[in-house]
């Protein structure tokens, strides 16, 4: 069922493994270099058609500060923090607080409310996008971060609650009992017991949420139609010209959108991994 590692005497065999690793990262990652590559180059050279080739002139300074200064990428790049931060926090304390009564507490209907986080989880988002669309419109909510930010939180949630629902169901029950015995109300048992315990998870849930919201495409272009509320996903196809594109910039600016995600992965990188892969308490 799982791959046999390969002996150590099969030599060609594994040379044969590590070369088709190198050439399948290499595929992977030969997007990513030729937009790093092209964020250096000159106008000349994206005008000459010097695409792929080494760049003539680096222009990493006047490419990079072009970006913020020649486009309203610092506009769209508030934005997003706008957006993306308060429905990652949003999304955190919902899923948390759902996930603790799903988790711990039977009542009728249980596993039907369960199901439903579940089953939202199926649902493409595309087939709402005219009446999520209308709504926001009787809302006035239309063209507006508040929108987007409603939308990301209602959607993500359903997730998130799947994720915290799991890892809270994990924890041992003596611990519950034992702050029953002391007089903690659900809540203190939330605050003090399960939050301390599932911080990986929330980690790992935080950095998920994060990208999922920040790279959103389809639902800022819905939602959204000014320069003064997009997000940077739907302000980078705005950089493209109607007869010329200056794709030195558009690529500094796609180098630019994709930092933040990177830094917060890397930061976080030690409890995201401890969120996949552990339980919720050690021993």
Excluded: C
């Excluded at 369960?114 to 999520?132: D, E, R, T, W, Y």
């Excluded at 950095?207 to 940077?232: E, G, H, M, Q, R």
């Amino acid at each position: 069922m799982f791959p046999r590692p390969i002996p150590e005497d099969a030599l060609w065999h594994r040379r044969l493994y590590m070369a088709a690793t190198a050439m399948i990262l290499l595929l992977w990652l030969a997007p990513l270099f030729a937009i790093i590559l092209t964020s250096l180059r000159s106008m000349q050279d994206v005008m000459g058609g010097n695409l792929w080739g080494w760049p003539t002139r680096i222009s990493l300074v006047e490419n990079y500060t072009a970006v913020f200064t020649q486009t309203p990428m610092a506009q769209y790049f508030l934005n997003s923090l706008i957006i993306t931060v308060p429905s990652v926090a949003a999304v955190l304390v919902l899923s948390t607080l759902a996930g603790f009564v799903l988790a711990r507490y039977h009542f009728p209907g249980n596993m039907l409310v369960f199901a439903l986080f579940v089953g939202g989880n199926f649902l493409p988002h595309q087939i709402m996008m005219i009446p999520v669309r209308d709504l926001m419109v009787r809302l006035g909510l239309y063209d507006t971060t508040a929108a987007l930010v409603i939308f990301h939180v209602a959607f993500q949630t359903g997730f998130a609650t799947l994720f915290m629902r799991n890892f809270i169901a994990a924890l041992p029950a003596e611990l519950f009992q034992a702050a029953r015995a002391e007089g903690a109300t659900p809540f203190q048992t939330l605050i003090h017991v399960v939050v301390p315990l599932v911080r990986p998870a929330l980690a790992a849930l935080a950095i998920l949420l994060f990208t999922f919201i920040w790279n959103d495409y389809f639902w800022a272009v819905v939602l959204t139609i000014s320069d003064s509320v997009k997000p940077v996903t739907a302000g980078l196809a705005n950089l493209r010209g109607e007869w010329v594109s200056a794709w030195n910039l558009i690529s500094a600016g796609t180098v630019v959108v994709a930092v933040p995600p990177v830094v917060m992965f890397f930061l976080m990188q030690r409890h995201f991994i401890a969120g996949l892969t552990m339980g919720a308490v050690k021993g």
